[in-house]
């Protein structure tokens, strides 16, 4: 896992950089791998298939 000190600070709004997408595919049953490799980062994400998780909905949002 990153420290996120190199992050910069356009990763520290909600939802993006890495530990945003950890966080958005975790709400739907998923995860990320990502690891610092030579300046980018090498990630391996699991994401369930359509229908094979509930997907958790926003009080008085659509389904």
């Given amino acids: 896992p990153d420290s996120g000190a ?3 600070l356009e990763s520290l709004r909600v939802g993006t950089g890495v530990e ?3 966080a958005r595919l975790a709400a739907v049953g998923g995860d990320l791998e990502a690891e610092p490799v030579d300046d980018l980062f090498t ?3 699991r994401i369930p ?3 094979s998780h509930p997907i958790p ?3 008085g949002g659509r389904p």
Avoid: D, N
């Fill in 20 to 22: 945003g997408m950890r």
């Fill in 49 to 51: 298939l359509p229908g």
């Fill in 6 to 8: 190199h992050l910069g």
């Fill in 43 to 45: 990630a391996r994400a």
């Fill in 57 to 59: 909905t926003v009080p």
